[in-house]
């Protein structure tokens, strides 16, 4: 059935959607926004319910089962199922995601011309695409505060306005104020690592976070429970669209939110020139169309890249090229007798070195480029989940028996004693990287699965070892009796998937222009961590949500009289 037209529809109402949301509607747009979870206010979920959240994983149960994911190292291999994490619902993975919230680094938006011009082109590993942004730190950065007022960021200011400040991280971009919140109290690991870090030379300053942590529009500061990762924030400190944006975008009256339906189709006129907007299946299993003068795409990469493809919309041959992930070379220390109790305060709450992170050391004859943060453990190891089994369990010791009393006896001295560094190392953007439809797998309602193709090359596998060497490197001065490596590869279900949907300069060679605006269908955008033409060593979401502030001012200024959605065509 064919709904009343409205000015935009979204398809999915997560970190990237929920900006949208509330910039299109409170710019007097009607908006419709899509999407396939519930609607769960603070009240139905607040259960510190280790089981249920964390080690069953509900609140991303839907997703996983609708949006399966087939992985293959390469062409040559079967594909296997993944599990992943990715949430469905309003609100998306924001509901309970770890808070971490970096800007780029300004290096960062010129990747390929910086890296050619300290180390020559030689430098570039071939097979790779690597290209500059379309556009600069300096454009982005009024978005990246309007990141920082309306979702509300705490933080520690290490460059305002091109002076460096102390106690911040020295390699930031300019910015033009003092986060609006102070930085979270620091874990006993980042108390005890701090002293080490500006011993051994580097530059420590704690992590950014979209954890209030004063009484900030309403939401109450943060309480240090350490229920962070998996869980919806049982009083609202977390800056999760759904408490943040969205409640703002519903009071103006303009944004109706659709909970429960998902998008199957983005819909073309006859000539394929422009979208009319898409179709879903309803709560009752009933097939919709929701006409739209525009549709914002922000279902998270896989499904950004899956509609786009079953869409048929993919002229250029583009869609799903240069697929990226993270790699996370974790190092895992044990202490004797000092006790370090993970289970207290948030992942975020951690100190953190920029030091290996983008070009900020010189990579001669190291056999790699570019680099990641490195940052210690904050906390968020609650006592079952963490020590448990599943993802989020930390291991015990090398010399550990798996089971039985040695096992018991280990965890019962090493689960409190536990300190740890992790980076997060970018995956450059390779040919042999990509995302298609599965030839044979389909969902249960007949839709093909995404398939993904990518492995690491020697770039991430020598930067991942270079990382775990600090790392080490740290633990050891800081005087942990044992330590454990994690492996160096990383498979794509890390929650940090992006590129596929690729913004450019070149309507030949990527999917969207620097508004995120579809070089095939003007009336289409694209918003989430797929658009990133390359990939940089921090978490996505500031930049995943300051992309979508940036997309929507161009939408605001294109849609007012004598303005042209047309006008870069
Ligand atoms: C456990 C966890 C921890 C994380 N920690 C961090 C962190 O510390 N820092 C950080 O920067 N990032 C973190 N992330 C990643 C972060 O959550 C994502 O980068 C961000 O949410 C992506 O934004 P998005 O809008 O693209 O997708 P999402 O926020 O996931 O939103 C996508 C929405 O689309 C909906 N949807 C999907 N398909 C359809 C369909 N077919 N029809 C209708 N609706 C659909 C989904 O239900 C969902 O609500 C974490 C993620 C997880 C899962």
């Known amino acids: 059935m064919s709904l009343p037209k409205v000015d935009v529809v979204i398809v999915g ?5 929920g900006v949208m949301a509330k910039e299109l509607s409170t710019n007097g747009m009607k908006v419709v926004a899509l999407d396939r979870g519930d609607f769960l206010r603070t009240r139905d979920v607040a259960q510190l319910d280790e089981l249920r959240w964390q080690t069953r994983g509900e609140l991303q149960e839907p997703m996983i089962k609708d949006t399966q994911v087939r992985w293959r190292p390469d062409e040559k291999t079967d594909t296997i199922g ?8 309003i609100g998306g993975s924001t509901r309970h995601y770890t808070t971490q919230h970096w800007r780029m680094l300004p290096h960062h938006f010129k990747q390929y011309s910086e890296n050619v011009a300290r180390y020559g082109a030689s430098a570039i590993p071939v097979g790779t695409g690597l290209v500059d942004w379309p556009m600069t730190y300096e454009d982005l950065a009024p978005f990246y505060d309007k990141v920082d007022e309306e979702i509300g960021i705490s933080g520690k200011a290490g460059n305002i306005n091109g002076t460096i400040q102390a106690g911040g991280n020295p390699f930031e971009g300019p910015r033009s104020k003092e986060y609006p919140m102070p930085p979270l109290l620091q874990s006993t690991v980042s108390r005890l690592a701090k002293p080490v870090l500006e011993s051994l030379g580097y530059n420590p300053f704690p992590g950014p976070s979209s954890i209030a942590t004063e009484n900030y529009k309403g939401r109450p ?11 919806y924030c049982f009083i609202g400190s977390k800056g999760s669209t759904n408490v943040t944006v969205l409640p703002v975008g519903i009071s103006s009256g303009n944004l109706e939110i659709r909970p429960n339906v998902r998008v199957i189709k983005i819909n073309k006129d006859s000539g394929g020139g422009e979208t009319t907007g898409v179709s879903y299946i309803d709560a009752t299993g009933k097939e919709q169309e929701q006409p739209a003068s525009l549709v914002i795409l922000s279902s998270y990469t896989y499904e950004n890249i899956r509609l786009l493809l079953y869409s048929d919309i993919n002229k250029n041959g ?3 090229k240069y697929f990226m992930d993270h790699h996370y070379p974790f190092v895992w220390g044990y202490f004797d007798d000092t006790v370090t109790n993970p289970s207290t305060g948030p992942w975020a709450a951690n100190v953190a070195i920029d030091n290996f992170n983008g070009d900020n050391f010189d990579h001669t004859g190291l056999g790699f480029i570019e680099g990641g943060v490195l940052e210690a453990l ?3 190891l609650q006592a079952i989940a963490g020590a448990g089994v599943g993802s989020w369990a930390v291991p015990m010791p090398d010399d550990t028996p798996s089971f039985g009393e040695g096992y018991k006896q280990a965890l019962k001295k090493y689960f409190r004693r536990i300190a740890s560094f992790i980076s997060q190392v970018p995956s450059l953007p390779y040919d042999a990287n990509y995302c298609d439809l599965d030839p044979v797998v389909k969902d249960q309602i007949g839709m093909p699965v995404l398939r993904i193709t990518y492995n690491a090359y020697e770039n991430e596998i020598k930067a991942c070892a270079f990382m775990q060497n600090k790392a080490e490197n740290i633990l050891k001065e800081m005087g942990v009796a044992k330590m454990k490596k994690a492996g160096l590869f990383t498979p794509p279900t890390t929650t940090h998937e992006v590129g596929g949907v690729r913004m450019g300069t070149d309507p030949t060679k990527s999917v969207l222009n620097k508004y995120l605006q579809s070089w095939e269908l003007p009336n289409l955008f694209v918003v989430g961590g797929a658009v990133f033409p390359t990939y940089f060593g921090y978490n996505p979401t500031h930049t995943i949500e300051a992309l979508a502030y940036w997309s929507a001012d161009y939408i605001k200024t294109q849609c007012k009289p004598g303005g042209s959605l047309t006008q870069y065509f």
């Open 82 to 89: 993944l599990p992943f994490l990715m949430a469905s619902g």
């Open 378 to 380: 904050g906390g968020d």
């Open 221 to 231: 500061a943060c309480t240090y429970c350490s229920f962070c990762t998996s869980y």
């Open 13 to 17: 109402c997560g970190a990237a959607g």
């Open 318 to 320: 583009m869609v799903g």
